[in-house]
């Protein structure tokens, strides 16, 4: 057996294990396991059954994108996601094996620990390992470890679990695909170029620094798409909240009209029919229940609590409200509409989970301290509050990728004029609290 064909599988076994750590949040396909298996068994195979002996640079390359290639098409078996996805996550981690390849031998020839770290190459019999192998080995795999475990924590790490990654810029995918396929091309090109020692240590340095560049890229185009999904999510909601606001002050209008007519009229007919006074009394508080009576100086402000207000009643949740409005004329009525919508939709859905009564209750509170307007929502909560990476709280629902998007929308609107959001839980009370410069 040569050098070349032992090398051939642990060259699949680094890649496959770099790609099941850019990987394993992806979708999958029903029987995972045993298509991950099957995966597995499928590469290792043909790294070992592949019969070339490289002769030349473009040979040497060939082999491993080759390699690359066979690992692509298995995973689509295994992973429910584009195949623009899965060539991203792939080629992540060929870029990450590849710079802890270069690392390793970089290192190994800049300290003199091995000076033939290409020998692996070679049609060169494998007769034995020397002390210098087994040395070398260990440092390479030390090496290896901590480069997959360090680019894990920085980018694998972002790669949320079932969610669609939804690149756009097919461009610089492109460009980094290519910029990594160079890099392999000039390392075989060092192999078969006997260049001396000097020479190999820069390059191998210098492709380890190109990976970091190319990996860099690649996530901060994940990066600029995930920011771009997040304002079109936060601008769908704004547009949503114009609409809303505009038919919720309509209705509440139309209620509050109907609801001053009918007790007016109910104390005519009560009088006229000579009906008992407190009896009348009685039917205009239950009346007044959908008559408005939230009055902050601020209309945007009057319309969204009195809807709330409506809904809490029906579902025997204590809304208090402590505001004055007019401290916060500075924003349009959309946003108001918004920010205070999903501050209370988000403290409803919590108290309507809490069966015990005299925890079903939110208490909201504006005012001013000093040069700032403070905005106060408080609400019990059961369970456990879980952080996303930006210190907000998971959403509870289900569906992460489409939902979320609500105390984003609210940081976004306090973030526009200078202000801070921040938000904790503790002892089963969850406080979210904004502060706006005046």
């Given at each position: 057996m040569?050098?070349?064909?032992?090398?051939?599988?642990?060259?699949?076994?680094?890649?496959?294990?770099?790609?099941?750590?850019?990987?394993?949040?992806?979708?999958?396909?029903?029987?995972?396991?045993?298509?991950?298996?099957?995966?597995?068994?499928?590469?290792?195979?043909?790294?070992?059954?592949?019969?070339?002996?490289?002769?030349?640079?473009?040979?040497?390359?060939?082999?491993?994108?080759?390699?690359?290639?066979?690992?692509?098409?298995?995973?689509?078996?295994?992973?429910?996601?584009?195949?623009?996805?899965?060539?991203?996550?792939?080629?992540?981690?060929?870029?990450?094996?590849?710079?802890?390849?270069?690392?390793?031998?970089?290192?190994?020839?800049?300290?003199?620990?091995?000076?033939?770290?290409?020998?692996?190459?070679?049609?060169?019999?494998?007769?034995?390992?020397?002390?210098?192998?087994?040395?070398?080995?260990?440092?390479?795999?030390?090496?290896?470890?901590?480069?997959?475990?360090?680019?894990?924590?920085?980018?694998?790490?972002?790669?949320?679990?079932?969610?669609?990654?939804?690149?756009?810029?097919?461009?610089?995918?492109?460009?980094?695909?290519?910029?990594?396929?160079?890099?392999?091309?000039?390392n075989s090109a060092v192999v078969y170029g006997k260049t001396d020692k000097t020479l190999m240590t820069t390059i191998s340095i210098y492709n380890a620094l190109c990976c970091c560049f190319i990996i860099f890229m690649l996530f901060s185009m994940l990066s600029n798409v995930e920011m771009a999904n997040e304002l079109d999510a936060i601008n769908k909601i704004l547009r949503e909240a114009q609409e809303q606001y505009v038919k919720s002050k309509k209705n509440i209008e139309l209620i509050n009209i109907k609801c001053h007519d009918l007790k007016h009229q109910v104390r005519e007919i009560g009088r006229a029919s000579h009906i008992n006074e407190s009896a009348i009394t009685e039917l205009e508080h239950v009346i007044s229940i959908y008559d408005s009576e939230v009055n902050t100086g601020n209309i945007a402000l009057d319309t969204i609590l009195t809807e709330k207000s409506l809904y809490c009643y029906k579902n025997k949740i204590r809304l208090s409200c402590i505001a004055d409005g007019a401290l916060l004329a500075f924003m349009s009525e959309t946003e108001l509409y918004a920010l205070f919508g999903n501050a209370l939709d988000n403290a409803i859905s919590a108290v309507k989970r809490i069966s015990d009564e005299d925890k079903r209750f939110i208490d909201l509170v504006i005012g001013k301290e000093r040069d700032f307007v403070t905005v106060n929502v408080h609400n019990c909560y059961d369970g456990e509050l879980r952080q996303t990476g930006d210190d907000l709280p998971r959403t509870t629902k289900k569906d992460e990728t489409n939902h979320g998007y609500g105390l984003k929308s609210i940081a976004h609107i306090a973030e526009k004029y200078g202000g801070t959001l921040s938000v904790n839980g503790s002892d089963g009370v969850f406080n979210l609290n904004i502060m706006f410069p005046l």
């Open positions: 040569s050098y070349f064909t032992f090398y051939k599988p642990i060259f699949m076994i680094e890649l496959l294990v770099i790609e099941f750590i850019f990987t394993f949040r992806l979708a999958k396909r029903k029987y995972f396991a045993l298509r991950y298996v099957a995966l597995v068994a499928l590469c290792l195979t043909f790294s070992v059954v592949l019969p070339v002996q490289p002769k030349n640079a473009v040979m040497l390359s060939s082999v491993f994108l080759a390699m690359f290639a066979v690992t692509f098409a298995t995973h689509l078996f295994c992973y429910k996601v584009s195949a623009l996805n899965l060539l991203f996550c792939l080629i992540s981690a060929y870029t990450v094996q590849h710079f802890a390849y270069c690392l390793s031998n970089g290192m190994m020839l800049l300290t003199g620990l091995n000076n033939d770290v290409y020998g692996v190459y070679t049609e060169e019999a494998v007769m034995q390992l020397t002390a210098t192998d087994v040395f070398g080995g260990i440092f390479t795999f030390v090496i290896y470890y901590l480069s997959y475990y360090a680019f894990f924590i920085v980018f694998a790490n972002r790669i949320k679990k079932n969610r669609e990654l939804r690149l756009k810029n097919m461009p610089l995918l492109i460009i980094s695909a290519l910029a990594i396929v160079i890099s392999i091309f000039v």
